[in-house]
């Protein structure tokens, strides 16, 4: 693998399945009664997030620590960037002190990008702006292929504000390398222009979108990212887009429900639904950890296991 890990298109497919096969190693890490092994012990990670947080922010440090890598976490509410010090000046600053790895989240596109060109730490991408969030997609991709036992050829509706999303950026790319079929279906305001060129097809709406899907994403409304009125009124949006007992019926009966999180109830999704049996929200909580220590594993350059 490369050095960092900033965008989906950094991996092949091959490294793609290394990660997603690496993670089902990591899984039982998580099973055993010490939950620890001491595979990057003397490695030291810095969480750095620019954002809001949780599942991200909280299954990086446990990954972290599973490994046995010394973590120290920053928060920007208790940082130099409240008195005016750039996102280079931090990044020199905590590059000065010789971490091994920075886990970088930022409401800018790109800045990790810019932090992998002046740092010798290992970057990896939590999260930039509306650009990419590439460890989710793999989540997505091993909650899946646990639940599919393949990718290709799988139909997968993405439903929501596809606009604003990092997810959806790097989960067709993901998808479509590995074979999906990809449907998205959003409002027409929410629609990134060109996005067909990436090999999806675009359907305003929802009921088409989810007939005899194997897979359905649903997308959290961004509504810190939008600047103006993209549809009339949550209520209205729900009833026109968000998805409910009646339109999983219109998949296969053996569909998944899928979310990034955080959701938003009776917006997004129907309750009865995010809570059902179709759901593995949950799931992927829990294989964000996995996956997020095949990654760092793989970035320190696979070292011994115990």
């Not at 740092?119 to 292929?145: V, Y």
């Not at 997810?167 to 027409?188: E, F, I």
């Amino acid at each position: 693998m490369k050095k960092d890990l900033l965008a989906i298109a950094d991996l092949t497919r091959e490294e793609i399945y290394l990660i997603l096969d690496t993670a089902e190693a990591m899984r039982e890490i998580g099973l055993r009664p010490i939950k620890k092994v001491p595979t990057l012990r003397g490695k030291t990670i810095v969480n750095l997030f620019f954002e809001p947080s949780t599942r991200t922010r909280t299954s990086f440090e446990i990954a972290e620590k599973r490994l046995s890598a010394d973590t120290l976490n920053i928060a920007v509410a208790t940082s130099s960037v409240l008195k005016g010090e750039t996102l280079v000046d931090t990044a020199m600053n905590i590059e000065a002190m010789a971490p091994d790895m920075i886990v970088l989240r930022h409401a800018s596109s790109g800045a990790c990008h810019l932090l992998a060109r002046i740092c010798k730490s290992r970057i990896i991408n939590a999260g930039d702006g509306m650009h990419e969030h590439p460890t989710q997609a793999l989540l997505d991709a091993f909650t899946i292929r646990e639940h599919k036992k393949r990718i290709e050829g799988l139909k997968v509706a993405i439903v929501g504000d596809l606009l604003h999303s990092r997810v959806l950026r790097s989960n067709v790319q993901l998808l479509t390398r590995l074979g999906a079929d990809v449907c998205l279906s959003g409002p027409p305001t929410m629609v990134p222009a060109g996005i067909e060129r990436c090999g999806v097809r675009v359907l305003t709406s929802v009921d088409e979108a989810v007939v005899g899907a194997d897979v359905i994403m649903m997308l959290r409304i961004q509504q810190e990212r939008m600047q103006g009125a993209f549809f009339p009124s949550l209520r209205e949006y729900f009833t026109v887009f968000g998805m409910t007992a009646e339109r999983v019926r219109r998949a296969k009966p053996d569909v998944i429900i899928m979310h990034p999180g955080p959701m938003n109830r009776g917006v997004e999704i129907a309750s009865d639904v995010a809570d059902g049996p179709y759901s593995v929200i949950l799931e992927q909580v829990a294989n964000g950890v996995a996956v997020r220590m095949a990654v760092l594993y793989l970035l320190a350059g696979a070292p011994e296991m115990d």
